[in-house]
């Protein structure tokens, strides 16, 4: 699978630093969670390998400024280890 990127956006998970990226995870049923930003359909991912949860996917956001979620990933960034150089 691709190397994922982290976008310019920064984002807050649980009060920990988070990034907005497309990833290809495993992903768990969907489910309507009232976040930060509003209502969502939410879906938990989950590292393919060990199956530890990473944070979740945004199937459907209820709000129209934040539609552009839509399809994305939020990552816990405590669970990601950097090997790869990034900044």
Known sequence: SPSPQPSAASFTACSEEASLMNLNVGCGP??????????????????ENCK???GWKYEHAFESSQKYKEGKYII????MIKDNGWD
């Open 30 to 47: 969907a489910e309507e969670r009232v976040l930060l930003t509003g209502l969502h359909a939410v879906a938990d991912i989950y590292c």
């Open 52 to 54: 530890t949860t990473l």
């Open 76 to 79: 816990e960034l405590a669970h």
